[in-house]
């Protein structure tokens, strides 16, 4: 499970699941704000959270260390609490059947998206020289770019 804080307080969520917000955030030296989903705590949810607008009360903004948010991702009704699809921190989200596979932060979504671009290769044989692959993309054929250059070469020979 990877390390995650609190933007907000610093909480490092052991007193349970965080909340997947809507926000923004400021990195050292830069004015911009980047649009971010990232978890915060529930002192801190609790805090600045409206039940009756799903929005963030305006007049309690919280605003700490370059860390603001607006909500909680997702349209619907509040869901318990689901794992994140790359590293198993539970979190709450708002249910939306076009939020699919949601991630406790930034660092879990590109995990996500690498493992399914490959990186674990297809697990079956290699075409060149048998082995199982593991690396890679999902569709590969080859355990390697030697594996690839040989069957490739042997094709010029052999047409
Ligand atoms: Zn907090
Ligand atoms: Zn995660
Ligand atoms: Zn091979």
Request: hydrophobic share 25%; with cysteine; charged share 25%.
């Amino acid at each position: 499970m990877r390390n995650v804080n609190c933007p907000l307080c610093g909480d490092n969520f052991k007193e349970g699941p965080g909340y997947l917000v809507e926000g923004a955030r400021q990195y050292p030296r830069q004015r911009k704000w980047w649009p971010s989903r990232f978890l915060i705590c529930s002192g801190c949810y609790e805090f600045g959270y409206d039940p009756e607008t799903g929005t963030l009360r305006a007049d309690d903004m919280r605003e700490l260390d370059g860390a603001r948010w607006s909500r909680v991702v997702g349209r619907g009704e509040q869901m318990p609490p689901v794992a994140c699809a790359a590293c198993g921190r539970m979190f709450i989200r708002n249910a939306d059947p076009l939020l699919q596979r949601p991630t406790c932060s930034p660092t879990c979504a590109t995990d996500l998206t690498r493992t399914r671009n490959g990186n674990q290769g297809s697990g079956q044989g290699c075409a060149g020289c048998g082995n199982p692959i593991t690396t890679g993309r999902a569709d590969s054929r080859y355990c390697s770019p030697a594996c690839r250059q040989k069957a490739y070469r042997q094709r010029q020979s052999h047409p």
